[in-house]
């Protein structure tokens, strides 16, 4: 056990000598630890051990007590630290109840026995607290020359504001829903204030032009990145992401693929789901492919989230999964296992089935792929026209009845005027190379490739 006066030592020791993981360790909190990495490494939570001699929880003890300490602890540091364990001794109040989405969870009036508060006005304390301490934290990072030392610090502390700032506004919706009786638009006022300050992490590391390379702060620019892009797309603010990308493609940056992987992994991620929201799918092919290719591979979770998206791009250029890769992705396979198996048989009819089930289509419309997987009907139907081209030994002039018949033998029952505007539509989205002959009712196709590959489509990507 320590105590919080040899806390505020170690703490000088780590600022004197520039020493960035022993600071990191000082301000890691617990109780935003995933499970599954606690410890790893057999070291203790220095801010847990130091609690264990802190009697008196009051901001102004706490001061104090951190003030005994051998070296002069001056601003900001003795904000910061002080800050810092008004954070940990209030969420320490709360470790009974786990974790994060157990807290969330609680009524918001529930009394938290040795405070005498309750949660919500707990959560709001510490709230405050840990915005103070980023406050703090970011100015004296931006007067620092040399910053990269502290990067890995600010990164953490960052993350775990991100977190609280998403629990206090989940608490505070609920409180408000218990006390009008009905749930109103969610409110998220403490991430629009974190979004705000992840920003001003992300000048403060860009922005660094008095440090040498090797020590400036431009270094954790795609960490931060990461962190903003998620508070942007938890937010809705998608257009935001614009300006962080504009400002990363004006700075004078080290060369993309000397950061650490996981960050670029990350940072790919983000641009190709941007670029899929916007319908731009050969750009968001890239960038998620990229990021698939270097994700770890023990790394199933993030493998998952980057295929959510990746695969309905390449089913938009007729590329499909086979079964045994998409197996090890059950979500996935119950996603999108119905689709590809009706775009290898032109199944059409299962097709719009599938796509019309409301669990299926709020599924969708809720990670934003629904509109990928729409217009990827047209390869469906692109591969139905396909085989009965194939069944009339590629001859170029083909019935327009013969492709009604092919639809209502997978249960699409349409009038013939109707089949005749579906090939027509698809020669006029370059699918089909040729044009229909109205008077003989024939499709008349090219004799060169009539089936053009659908990488060389450009309407695919049009709105």
């Known amino acids: 056990m320590i105590t919080l006066a040899q806390y505020a030592d170690i703490l000088l020791h780590a600022i004197n000598v520039k020493e960035g993981e022993i600071l990191k360790d000082l301000f890691a909190l617990e109780f935003f630890q995933d499970g599954n990495r606690q410890n790893t490494d057999g070291k203790a939570n ?17 001061q104090s007590d951190l003030l005994k300490c051998d070296g002069f602890l001056g601003p900001p540091w003795l904000e910061i630290a002080t800050n810092h364990f008004i954070v940990a001794t209030r969420l320490s109040f709360l470790r009974t109840f786990s974790d994060v989405n157990c807290v969330s969870a609680l009524s918001p009036h529930k009394m938290v026995d040795r405070l005498g508060c309750t949660v919500q006005q707990l959560i709001k304390e510490t709230w405050t607290a840990m915005n103070t301490l980023i406050i703090a934290f970011l100015r004296l990072y ?22 609280l700032s998403v629990l206090a506004d989940e608490i505070e919706q609920k409180a408000s829903t218990i006390s009008t009786g009905k749930s109103g638009k969610q409110t998220q006022t403490h991430l629009e204030e974190c979004a705000r300050q992840l920003n001003k992490a992300f000048s403060a590391c860009i922005s660094d032009r008095s440090s040498e390379e090797a020590f400036s702060r431009k270094w954790a620019t795609y960490e931060i990145v990461g962190l903003v892009f998620r508070g942007y797309f938890k937010l809705r603010s998608l257009g935001l992401c614009r300006n962080i990308l504009r400002a990363i493609g004006a700075a004078d940056l080290p060369d993309f ?49 980057i295929l959510r998206y990746l695969v309905p791009c390449r089913l938009l250029r007729g590329i499909v999964s086979n079964d045994s890769f998409l197996s090890t992705f059950p979500k996935l396979s119950t996603l999108y296992g119905g689709f590809i198996k009706a775009i290898k048989t032109g199944d059409v009819r299962s097709y719009d089935t599938i796509l019309e089930t409301p669990v299926m289509e709020r599924g969708l ?19 139905l026209l396909k085989r009965v081209y194939l069944s009339k030994d590629c001859n170029s002039r083909i019935p327009l ?5 092919a639809l209502r033998f997978v249960g699409v029952e349409l009038e013939l005027l109707e089949t005749e505007w579906l090939v027509a539509s698809q020669i006029a989205k370059g699918y089909l190379r040729g044009y229909i002959s109205h008077s003989h009712m024939t499709a008349v196709l090219s004799s060169q490739n009539p089936f053009p590959k659908l990488n060389t489509i450009t309407t695919v990507t049009l709105s």
């Open 46 to 62: 220095v801010t847990e051990e130091a609690l264990k001699s802190v009697p008196d929880v009051r901001a102004q003890r706490l």
């Open 142 to 163: 931006s007067s620092l020359q040399q910053g990269r030392w502290c990067s890995p610090t600010l990164v953490m502390v960052l993350s775990n504001y991100r977190r």
């Open 257 to 305: 693929e000397r950061f650490p992987r996981a960050q670029r992994v990350t940072f790919k991620y983000y641009v190709g789901v941007l670029a899929f929201l916007n319908e731009d799918y050969s750009k968001a092919e890239v960038d998620l492919d990229y990021a698939f290719k270097q994700c770890h591979k023990d790394a199933h979770h993030n493998q998952e989230m």
């Open 365 to 383: 419309v809720q990670i934003g792929t629904y509109l990928a997987i729409e217009r990827a009907r047209e390869i469906c139907l692109r591969g």
């Open 401 to 405: 009845m013969d492709f009604h018949h």
